[in-house]
């Protein structure tokens, strides 16, 4: 079938089964299955055959993909699937690409990042890519101060956008093994905390964590400590204070 002129941009379902193609599912069911509900993108997207059937023939349609006739093991005829070189590079171009609303990282960013890891591939580039993406996005959300209920809403998923980025790019920095044993420490100043907000920078990040309500401290700590810690807004963590290096001012205005 000859290519569309402008073939239409892919969407999630489109793209996530490009890509399977292009990993080589080489037929229809075999790319469907990964859809199931227990299949490995179900639990983020389910869809059924004939869905999965009429996005590879979209695909078909814009020059992605062809197929060719096949033998099946029981002589039945077939369909083999296979990208051609544009659904090669559209593909790839894809998968690498970041989402540009918060909404679409429940689904669209969820299934690139599981589709480049089936492949062993560059997940932290992928996640550092997608954290430039929504940062203009993200603070504009936040800065949005109204009451309106339409506002609080978008502000709290722009936290929530945030706080995963930094838990999945710590979690997929971490380096796998057996977590060490507990350890006593001397330091008796640990007081338990809450991170509020994390602040990257090349090599340093910024964290302020929050001990009481109201009450707020700010740590300057590498970013690789960060990673390995897995500290986002919300992480529970314990602060340990150095007694020699801890300052006591006294609140004159209570002093009779």
Same mark, same amino acid.
């Given at each position: 079938?000859?290519?569309?002129?402008?073939?239409?941009?892919?969407?999630?379902?489109?793209?996530?089964?490009?890509?399977?193609?292009?990993?080589?599912?080489?037929?229809?069911?075999?790319?469907?299955?990964?859809?199931?509900?227990?299949? *490995?993108?179900?639990?983020?997207?389910?869809?059924?055959?004939?869905?999965?059937?009429?996005?590879?023939?979209?695909?078909?349609?814009?020059?992605?993909?062809? *197929?060719?006739?096949?033998?099946?093991?029981?002589g039945q005829l077939k369909w083999q699937l296979s990208c051609t070189p544009r659904g090669i590079a559209e593909a790839d171009r894809w998968? /690498?690409?970041?989402?540009?609303?918060?909404?679409?990282?429940?689904?669209?960013?969820?299934?690139?990042?599981?589709?480049?890891?089936?492949?062993?591939?560059?997940?932290?580039?992928?996640?550092?890519?997608?954290?430039?993406?929504?940062?203009?996005?993200?603070?504009?959300?936040?800065? /949005?101060?109204?009451?309106?209920?339409?506002?609080?809403?978008?502000?709290?998923?722009?936290?929530?956008?945030?706080?995963?980025?930094?838990?999945l790019e710590g979690a997929t920095r971490s380096i796998e093994t057996e977590a060490p044993p507990s350890i006593g420490l001397s330091a008796? /100043?640990?007081?338990?905390?809450?991170?509020?907000?994390?602040?990257?920078?090349?090599?340093? *990040?910024?964290?302020?964590?929050?001990?009481?309500?109201?009450?707020?401290?700010?740590?300057?700590?590498?970013?690789?400590?960060?990673?390995?810690?897995?500290?986002?807004p919300g992480s529970d963590v314990i602060a340990l204070c150095k007694a020699t290096d801890v300052m006591v001012a006294s609140d004159q205005?209570?002093?009779?």
């Open positions: 079938m000859a290519p569309a002129s402008d073939p239409t941009p892919l969407d999630a379902t489109t793209g996530t089964c490009l890509v399977l193609v292009r990993q080589g599912a080489s037929h229809g069911y075999d790319v469907a299955r990964h859809f199931a509900p227990d299949g *490995s993108l179900g639990a983020v997207l389910t869809l059924s055959r004939p869905v999965v059937y009429r996005a590879i023939k979209t695909l078909e349609a814009a020059g992605f993909v062809e *197929s060719i006739e096949a033998v099946g093991v029981r998968v /690498n690409e970041p989402v540009l609303h918060v909404r679409d990282l429940r689904t669209e960013f969820l299934l690139k990042y599981l589709l480049m890891k089936r492949v062993d591939g560059d997940l932290a580039t992928l996640i550092r890519a997608q954290r430039t993406a929504l940062e203009s996005v993200t603070a504009h959300l936040l800065a /949005n101060r109204s009451d309106d209920v339409v506002a609080i809403w978008r502000r709290e998923q722009a936290r929530a956008a945030v706080r995963f980025l930094d838990e008796r /100043n640990q007081l338990r905390a809450t991170v509020r907000s994390v602040k990257h920078g090349d090599i340093l *990040s910024s964290v302020r964590i929050e001990v009481q309500a109201g009450q707020t401290m700010t740590s300057t700590i590498t970013r690789e400590a960060v990673d390995e810690l897995r500290l986002a205005s209570m002093i009779a």
